[in-house]
Nanobody, 122 residues
Framework: QVQLVESGGDSVQPGGSLKLSCQISGFTGSISYMGWFRQAVGKEREGIALISSLGGHRWEASSVKGRFTVSIDSAANTLYLQMNNLKLEDTAMYYC???????????????WGRGTQVTVSS
């Protein structure tokens, strides 16, 4: 079993920055990919950033590419999402995920955190 606990969500103005963290614990031997999904009110969950467990493969969705960066500190068992130049449309609940393969489908990730809220408003 893998446990994921997110932190770092907050309310910020457009153009601001936030850094989300996800503490990973438990049996992680079967995990090959970790990342972040988000879900805005009334919308489906969207995969926005993924990284392989050793950090060699990284992917960001076109909607956040160039603004968001996913990274992993394997020694600290922590996943990060650095978010810069935040926009109103980035408002959502952000979830940390872990799974066995690369995918942008939420159903392919067996482990989810409870989420951390990011609100961008002026």
């Amino acid at each position: 079993q893998v446990q994921l606990v997110e932190s770092g969500g907050d309310s910020v103005q457009p153009g601001g920055s936030l850094k989300l963290s996800c503490q990973i614990s438990g049996f992680t031997g079967s995990i090959s990919y970790m990342g972040w999904f988000r879900q805005a009110v009334g919308k489906e969950r969207e995969g926005i950033a993924l990284i392989s467990s050793l950090g060699g493969h990284r992917w960001e969705a076109s909607s956040v590419k160039g603004r968001f960066t996913v990274s992993i500190d394997s020694a600290a068992n922590t996943l990060y999402l650095q978010m810069n130049n935040l926009k109103l449309e980035d408002t959502a609940m952000y979830y940390c995920v872990a799974g066995r393969s690369f995918s942008v489908r939420p159903e392919d990730f067996g482990f989810w955190g409870r989420g951390t809220q990011v609100t961008v408003s002026s």
